[in-house]
């Protein structure tokens, strides 16, 4: 069979494809090619993937100090209910079905002791883990910091087996024979069953850099400070977000960090002067005359979809606990599991070096502090605002 021809078509096409740029191994801004696919890199990454994850998992975990006990029954280790809990989700295995593997990852040392089942659902419902995991997730974000300047901010709701998908709840329409206020009253109680994981990711590399995971009516606009507060610890140049996000808060947080917000604006917005903040009047002013320009910057926030889209696609998009708090915990922790395999992919295609230690180190004196607060985060355990007597 000749490999040349192209069977059904009138002509032959001799044209020689063009060779591919080659992503050489830096882990700069200027180096970094995010349209250019090295096939070998990437073959490298996803079938290396799994070994890694255990890995980045087990150095993630680490940083965890054991809180002191003194008296009582041996209680699990903080670390390896972590641990248990995030190859359960990256498995996507019920808690009876992972077991087999939570004992190979004992064997193999990354674990002290095989978690059971029972225990990882306890640290599920614990409400004090969120704040917890929440920080885990950031942490897992800064060894790509060099690589992300550029961020997007948006939102996406995640449900459980009982319940509607959430695009078929976002897009539903009022039947006819229900009224407008009926039809507001229905449509809310069905986002209350749905988590809404609000999030800000790096365009580049579609790492997450912070999340917040709230009901599924509130409204998206209301995380933007939380999600923010993480970029403290990049350099971030443009932030961009759908027009859901547009008020003259959103435009003044983002521009106090020294980036430019890039998020559209309604026909509607006319900006006054002395009422309006001088960041808003400004960007309303580039969004009329540089539309163009505006518009190719703004839509760098798909990548939050493809963020979304990863997530339920190899994670799931359904949640398999039944309570609010259990559902937090668990979707927090598919973020922390999707940082891990961006990182992985990163590791092969930009050379990036992975230590989260050193990181917290590189922070602490980049802040000219004796001990940063992200390791005093993370290694006070015993603190009040934390309690692990229900694990």
């Not at 539309?291 to 798909?302: A, G, V």
Request: charged share 30%; with cysteine.
């Amino acid at each position: 069979m000749n490999k040349d021809k192209i069977y059904f078509m009138p002509e032959r096409n001799d044209k020689k494809e063009e060779p591919k740029k080659k992503i050489e191994g830096n882990s700069s801004l200027h180096s970094y090619l995010p349209n250019t696919i090295n096939w070998h890199r990437y073959n490298l990454a996803k079938t290396k993937e799994k070994h890694m994850f255990y890995r980045l998992l087990y150095e993630l975990c680490s940083l965890i100090k054991e809180p002191p006990q003194i008296t009582g029954r041996p209680r699990a280790r903080v670390s390896d209910v972590i641990f248990c809990l995030g190859l359960k989700l990256y498995a996507n295995y019920s808690g009876r079905r992972i077991s087999s593997d939570l004992l190979h990852a004992e064997g193999m040392g990354y674990i002290k002791k095989a978690v059971h089942y029972n225990t990882l659902f306890d640290f599920l419902s614990n409400e004090s883990m969120y704040d917890w995991l929440k920080r885990l997730l950031e942490i897992s974000a800064l060894p790509l910091k060099n690589l992300e300047d550029q961020f997007s901010i948006d939102a996406s709701g995640f449900g459980s087996y009982q319940y509607e998908r959430w695009i078929n709840v976002r897009f539903k329409r009022k039947p006819k024979d229900k009224t407008e206020d009926e039809f507001e009253v229905e449509l809310g109680n069905m986002k209350r069953n749905y988590l809404k994981g609000s999030v800000l990711i790096g365009t580049r590399t579609h790492i997450i850099c912070s999340a917040d995971v709230t009901y599924g009516n509130i409204h998206d606009s209301k995380a933007v400070p939380t999600l923010l507060k993480a970029l403290e610890e990049f350099k971030p140049k443009e932030v961009s977000a759908d027009m859901g996000y547009s008020s003259y808060r959103t435009h003044q947080l983002i521009e106090s960090l020294g980036a430019t917000p890039f998020i559209p604006f309604q026909d509607r917005h006319n900006p006054k002067e002395g009422v309006a903040p001088e960041i808003w009047i400004k960007m309303h002013k580039y969004f009329n005359k540089n539309k163009e320009d505006f518009l190719k910057r703004y839509h760098k926030r798909s990548n939050v979809e493809t963020v979304f889209s990863m997530i339920k696609v190899k994670l799931g998009e359904i949640l398999k606990c039944k309570s609010f708090t259990a559902q937090r915990n668990e979707l927090m922790m598919k973020f922390i599991c999707h940082n891990i395999c961006c990182l992985i992919t990163e590791i092969f295609e930009s050379n990036v070096h992975v230590d989260f230690k050193n990181y917290l180190h590189k922070l602490a004196e980049e802040k000219d502090e004796g001990k940063d607060k992200t390791e005093k985060d993370i290694n006070k355990l015993s603190d009040k605002d934390i309690s692990f007597e229900n694990l």
